[in-house]
């Protein structure tokens, strides 16, 4: 089976550009959670949603960042203008919900460095 | 609110020796706790869950013990090796909600 899949998996750009990151959740998986891990910061959760909408998005840094979830099998996380302090890896995780206390399954991150 | 503690890291040790790290826990009700390990370069992977108090998770060689009386999920193994240099994240998650991560501790295990 595919895991959740992230894309790009690196991206380079500079400040001020919009970016936008893509995630495919694990087929069946009702939840998807977005995080950011820096090393100041540690691993934080920016957004969660359950059947494609939003539950819980008081981790999004500020109004530069917004994301999607169209549609069951994938979503957006996009960064309008970005900036140098965006520059992180960015976590993508799905779970089965319905099925209280199992755990979520990550993709491989893309990291974003932002000049 | 729910919160998870976890040692400072990094923690160092030769191949072989005996590995603890201490994780304690706060949430109200009863949480499932988790284990993640997120090795160079990667996402992080489920090591081991524990959903219910003395319920004890084990998965390639590591252990962790729900206790409830002491609000504790120490991870242990007892002999490390290279390929468990990682950074370990203990989580709880008190039901249909989302994962509280601790800080994470990261391991470095030198031949």
């Known amino acids: 089976d595919a895991g959740v899949i992230q894309s790009p998996r690196h991206e380079v750009t500079e400040m001020g550009q919009e970016v936008t990151l893509r995630c495919k959740p694990i087929?069946?998986?009702?939840?998807l959670f977005w995080y950011r891990q820096t090393m100041m910061r540690g691993l934080e959760l920016l957004i969660y949603?359950?059947?494609?909408?939003?539950?819980?998005d008081s981790g999004m840094p500020e109004d530069r960042f917004s994301a999607k979830m169209p549609n069951a099998s994938f979503s957006t996380l996009k960064i309008q203008p970005s900036e140098p302090r965006d520059s992180a890896v960015y976590f993508c995780?799905?779970?089965?919900?319905?099925?209280?206390?199992?755990?979520?399954?990550f993709g491989p991150g893309t990291r974003l460095t932002v000049l | 609110g729910n919160s998870v503690t976890q040692m400072e890291g990094p923690v160092t040790l030769s191949e072989e020796a005996f590995l603890t790290i201490n994780c304690t826990y706060t949430a109200t009700g009863y949480p499932s706790l988790f284990w993640y390990v997120q090795y160079p370069g990667e996402g992080l992977q489920l090591l081991l869950k524990a959903t219910k108090a003395d319920d004890k998770g084990s998965n390639k060689g590591f252990e962790a013990t729900y206790r409830k009386e002491t609000t504790s999920f120490h991870l242990e193994k007892g002999s490390v090796q290279v390929s468990d240099s990682a950074v370990y994240f203990c989580a709880l998650n008190t039901g249909f909600q989302k994962l509280v991560f601790g800080t994470g501790t990261r391991l470095l295990v030198s031949p």
């Open positions: 949603f359950n059947n494609n909408v939003p539950i819980d």
């Open positions: 995780a799905s779970r089965a919900s319905g099925i209280p206390y199992n755990e979520q399954f």
């Open positions: 087929s069946g998986h009702n939840s």
